[in-house]
């Protein structure tokens, strides 16, 4: 039988410090010199429709089942990608 690993504490120190890694550095490569969000205007936009989206998401995902959610983000995706080729 498969044996469950369990932590003392929900979050781990060493956990916290790799996702405050992983930002920093989708931070420092995104807004950085030379980075995919040059303007301040495009990172303002990107993290509304993330402040946005997510709640929604969260609550799709709790109330479709998980073959309706991925026609959902499906969906979702190829809207986006239309908005941006346009």
């Given at each position: 039988a498969r044996r469950?690993?369990?932590?003392s504490?929900?979050?781990s120190r060493c956990g916290r410090l790799v996702v405050i890694s992983l930002v920093g550095r989708i931070g420092i490569?995104?807004?950085?010199?030379?980075?995919?969000l040059v303007t301040t205007r495009t990172a303002?936009?990107?993290?509304?429709?993330?402040?946005?989206?997510?709640p929604i998401g969260?609550?799709?995902?709790?109330?479709?089942?998980?073959e309706a959610f991925g026609t959902l983000?499906?969906?979702f995706v190829a809207i986006i990608a239309v908005l941006v080729r346009s």
């Open positions: 469950a690993v369990q932590c504490t929900p979050v490569t995104a807004l950085g010199p030379g980075g995919v303002l936009i990107l993290a509304a429709t993330a402040v946005a989206g997510t969260v609550f799709a995902n709790s109330t479709v089942s998980a983000l499906g969906v």
